[in-house]
């Protein structure tokens, strides 16, 4: 069974600057994994999407890597803003079926 | 132009009530989900739908009665409402199973049961 974790909980860094989010998992037999991001009340926007062939995706100041070797994902955000500010959640696919599991997510805040 | 929606937003009742909480998705998706998001954010599946026919049901309760008269539509219908049922519900859709595309998700709808 897939188990996935996301640590720190929460984490506050000055606008700016560069930060990274981790994710691991405990199932590397994945197709792919990917990064959500939370506004409070709202429902979750898929981020990217990263397969399990690729060790890199990008998105804009955003940048996902891959190693399923390690059960390890990281989310880069480059030249953080205050806009930045929400829970991001990483998920990782159940082997053999179409379950995705959630991390509790990393709760960010950029301090103007 | 929302492309996943769910309605209501906020559903307050008692305990033993019935509720049904309605999403439709204009996306086209051939696969829609209802997701629980409990107290401590911890986000776990409920149900699968992929065009029309239920692909994973989650060991919910059986008060628990998803339909989907369509592939754009899910809805979820709750029977004998418990306290413990009070979380956020959140619709989801995705073109291919959860592992292969991105999911889109709904807003959610807020359960509290009284």
């Known amino acids: 069974k897939q188990e996935v974790t996301q640590i720190p909980a929460a984490l506050s860094v000055p606008e700016g600057e560069n930060l990274v989010l981790n994710c691991s998992f405990t199932?590397?037999?994945?197709?792919?994994l990917q990064w959500f991001r939370q506004d409070p009340g709202k429902g979750l926007t898929s981020l990217l999407l990263i397969q399990s062939s690729q060790r890199e995706q990008t998105s804009g100041r955003l940048n996902a890597s891959l190693d399923k070797s390690s059960g390890r994902s990281t989310l880069y955000i480059a030249a953080s803003q205050p806009g930045d500010s929400a829970t991001y959640l990483c998920a990782a696919p159940n082997f053999g079926n179409e379950k995705l599991t959630f991390g509790t997510g990393t709760r960010l805040t950029i301090i103007p | 132009d929302t492309a996943v929606s769910q309605t209501p937003k906020y559903l307050v009742t008692q305990m033993g009530n019935d509720k049904s909480i309605k999403c439709e998705q204009n996306l086209g998706h051939d696969t829609m989900y209802w997701y629980k998001q409990d107290s401590k954010k911890f986000l776990k599946i409920m149900f699968s739908?992929?065009?029309?026919?239920?692909?994973i049901n989650e060991t919910v309760p059986n008060r628990f009665s998803p339909k989907s008269p369509d592939k754009a539509h899910l809805n979820l219908h709750i029977n004998s409402l418990e306290l413990g049922d009070s979380a956020v519900y959140f619709c989801a859709s995705s073109q291919e199973a959860s592992y292969n595309s991105p999911l889109h998700f709904g807003n959610g709808t807020r359960l509290t049961v009284t």
């Open positions: 739908y992929n065009n029309k026919e239920l692909i």
């Open positions: 199932d590397s037999a994945i197709y792919n």
